[in-house]
């Protein structure tokens, strides 16, 4: 601060001086006058105030202005864990969930180090079994769910596991604080391994049953009440507390929904941590993508033809709609959450009741989606209406913007 009558004293001696280092924009300039040996201010909006007693003639000085609220640094980041810890002092979540999270993001971490040095390390190519749906494993199917399966034992608040790669649900013998449910395909699209193309990981989070808590040691049998006591805690993914999908491509992305938008965080391989790079979420009302398996064309039915046929046709741009598809589920949510359009995986002649498995696959994506303002439907039915029978039920998809999918019911109505 300068005192009046330093400024007094800087003007007669140095008037130009004192001009100049007053030119800065972050300055409001005010023109004192000299009243007998009175100062009286004038300020810009025309108002007078009287200061102080002075000695000398017309006095220039500065006055800053009211100092505004700092925007946030271009460089300040934050990371998963830190996100994680805001949403549990906002009381959107509870301790125990934040560390089941955490210890999922971790598994995906160690998954994407290893998709990434998978020819180096020769982890490429089939494993020689088949898992319970009759598909062939992949090498990192079996790594992939081992890791996901001791990250969450080792977290101390999961209670059961249920995976694509597991026969039946696994009651985690470690637990005894706390018991969330698990559901978890740790690779899909696991074809496209070998070839270096997107694959991902999805997740859904259920609460407690706690009408089925028990403890087994890993080389136990399950007698048939307690098999049926797991396999009751299908549920409908109206009733998820979070759900969540990693994908694995040419960015580690984290998706997360805990039931209040959908946030996106991207691996920063510098230093390790997940970044948030996508503040809640929302899918575009209409999108000019499509995105069906195609080679079963013939083998779906007539109205769903007709829909894809309208899409192929000109539209008021002069363009179709443009066909995408990877081969995994996740990549085919994660570009539909940004740009919009409608995903596919019907029923058809060989498949009665599609190919996408609703536990742990569909009722997941659906969840992310309506929570960024999409739409998920079996064509009849809300996919998280559905409650499963079994834990590797399948289910007919279609899921996408709301415009797209409303279109496709006029048509499969």
């Known amino acids: 601060m300068v ?10 001696r140095s008037p130009s001086l004192f001009s100049n280092s007053l030119s800065s924009s972050k300055f409001r300039v005010s023109t004192f006058y000299l009243r007998g040996n009175l100062v009286q201010t004038v ?4 108002t007078s ?8 003639s017309t006095v220039t000085v500065a006055e800053t202005k009211p100092q505004t609220k700092d925007k946030k640094n271009e460089f ?12 549990e002092q ?32 020769n982890l490429t190519g089939a494993h020689g ?12 199917d079996v790594i992939s769910n081992e890791l996901f ?12 596991i249920a995976s694509e790669e597991e026969d039946v649900p ?17 690779i899909d699209g696991s074809a496209n391994i070998d070839t270096a193309l997107t694959t991902g990981s999805i997740f859904g989070i259920y609460a407690p049953d706690k009408q089925c808590l028990f403890n087994i040691d890993d080389d136990s049998t399950l007698d048939q009440a307690k098999q049926k006591c797991i396999v009751n805690v299908c549920q409908p993914g109206s009733n998820l507390l979070a759900a969540g999908y990693c994908l694995y491509s040419s960015s580690v992305v984290f998706t997360l929904s805990l039931g209040k938008g959908v946030f996106a965080f991207t691996l920063d391989p510098s230093y390790g941590e997940f970044v948030l790079t996508h503040e809640n979420i929302k899918i575009p009302k209409s999108g000019k993508i499509y995105s069906f398996n195609e080679g079963n064309y013939d083998l779906w039915d007539e109205k769903l033809k007709k829909y894809l046929t309208h899409l192929r046709q000109p539209g008021n741009n002069g363009k179709p709609y443009s066909g995408r598809y990877i081969g995994c589920l996740v990549g085919e949510i994660h570009r539909m959450l940004l740009y919009g359009g409608i995903y596919g995986n019907p029923k058809n002649k060989n498949s009665k009741n599609g190919n996408l498995r609703l536990l742990y696959e569909c009722a997941p994506m659906s969840y992310l989606v309506e929570q960024a303002g999409g739409i998920a439907t079996d064509g009849h039915q809300r996919i998280l209406d559905i409650k499963p029978e079994e834990v590797h039920q399948r289910t007919p998809i279609f899921i996408g913007s709301p415009d797209e999918v409303e279109k496709l019911q006029t048509y499969l109505a």
Do not use: M
Not at 49 to 55: E, G, P, Q, R
């Open 3 to 12: 005192s009046v009558a330093a400024a007094a004293t800087t003007a007669t």
């Open 43 to 46: 300020t810009s909006n025309g």
């Open 49 to 56: 105030k009287i200061l102080c007693k002075v000695a000398g």
């Open 76 to 87: 300040q980041i934050e990371n998963l864990t830190t996100w994680l810890l805001r949403q």
């Open 90 to 121: 906002a009381g959107n979540i509870d301790a125990e969930l934040t560390v089941v999270l955490s210890s999922i993001s971790l598994a995906c971490k160690q998954i994407a180090s290893l998709l990434q040095r998978s020819s180096i390390i």
């Open 129 to 140: 079994t088949i898992n319970v749906q009759g598909e062939d494993q992949k090498k990192l």
């Open 149 to 160: 399966c001791n990250c969450l034992r080792s977290s101390g608040r999961t209670g059961i």
């Open 170 to 186: 696994v009651a985690v013998e470690e637990t005894y604080s706390g018991h969330y449910i698990v559901v978890f395909d740790p």
